[in-house]
């Protein structure tokens, strides 16, 4: 995600969900980023216009942010479960891989 304006409102909307954060480089080997989202147990790819088609190839869904930010921008903050928890997980960061396989690190 290039716009660091939009990266941000994604940031905190993932954590909003209770979800967690898996920064993904589309520079990256496929076979790393495939393996990187099996591990990880993505279910859903935050993407913008310039990396949407990279991602297509992995078999999970996506939500382009640049386009829905708009009706992002409308919705009522009430209709917004807020399922966050001050100790769950805020992101995965995955290792080098020198060793072999990358290890995804569980930040909270």
Sequence with gaps: MRNSANLVVSLLAIWKTGA???PLD???P????AYMLADS???LLLVDNTTS???KSHGISTLNVQTRLASFATTE???VVDRSE???LAYIL???GSTGKPKGVEIS
């Design 53 to 55: 088609a990279t991602w």
């Design 30 to 33: 496929q076979e790393r980023l």
């Design 20 to 22: 967690a954060y898996v």
């Design 94 to 96: 995955y290792t080098s």
């Design 41 to 43: 147990d993505a279910q």
């Design 77 to 79: 903050e009430s209709a």
């Design 26 to 28: 589309p520079y990256f």
């Design 86 to 88: 001050p100790e769950g």
